[in-house]
């Protein structure tokens, strides 16, 4: 099912689970299972997505809209995690997708590395949607602002009202339930917050299918 509860950075195992009998002809092909969450991009249009498993070659994944098969797409695991392929089968809510060129399977799938020197820290995939956000600090008065981007972990907010960093707030997302954050950074009237606990993949992918997109 794709409707799954998952951890907010996945998991992964050694396994040959889930292949077709195409993937079994080509005996060579060495399959992880991931379950790992990330942002396919279509035609221009991206959405969630869950890689189910992954090869040097190629990987399969639980997708929401429909996609055809040969069309170009790219993966986003987290933003230094990014890679491009062809669809090549579709099924129910699922694709098949093959690389590009091969990647390491264990460098694509590392666990998020410490801050570098130049203190970027990569972060896991952004979606743009429009909604309107209230943000209740523990003191002070209530900031408002329109939605950038949403992830797993965390908002960008657009907004006039002055904000503080390390500040926590009740963040109310139009059509989400109300969840505990930390502002994290405050530059240009822009403001991120990191959310306390990560949000579920069904519950942001149920929000993504019935809110509108940004252009």
Same mark, same amino acid.
């Given at each position: 099912m794709l409707h799954q509860k998952i951890g907010a950075e996945g998991s992964s195992e050694v396994s040959t689970a889930g292949q077709t009998e195409e993937d079994r002809r080509h005996g060579s092909e060495r399959y992880v299972t991931v379950l790992k969450v990330g942002r396919a991009v279509v035609d221009g249009q991206d959405q969630l997505c869950l890689v189910r498993n992954m090869s040097r070659e190629g990987a399969k994944l639980d997708i929401y809209h429909e996609v055809q098969k040969d069309q170009k797409i790219t993966i986003e695991l987290r933003s230094d995690r990014v890679v491009t392929g062809t669809?090549?089968?579709?099924g129910d809510h699922a694709a098949g997708i093959e690389f590009d060129d091969p990647v390491d399977v264990s460098d694509m799938l590392q666990a998020r590395p &410490?801050?570098?020197? !130049?203190?970027? !820290? /990569?972060?896991? /995939?952004?979606? !743009? +949607? &429009? +909604?309107?956000?209230?943000l209740q600090p523990e003191k002070g008065t209530n900031l408002t602002g329109e939605l950038v981007n949403i992830s797993l972990h965390g908002l960008c907010v657009e907004t006039v009202d002055d904000a503080k960093v390390d500040d926590h707030v009740v963040a109310r997302v139009e059509g989400l339930p109300a969840r505990? +954050?930390?502002i994290c950074w405050v530059r240009q009237g822009m403001i991120g917050l990191h959310f306390d606990m990560p949000m579920g993949f069904s519950e942001l992918a149920h929000w993504l299918e019935n809110h509108p997109r940004k252009d």
């Open positions: 669809v090549r089968w579709v &410490q801050r570098s020197v !130049l203190r970027k !820290l /990569p972060r896991s /995939p952004r979606f !743009l +949607a &429009q +909604a309107h956000v209230h505990s +954050a930390r």
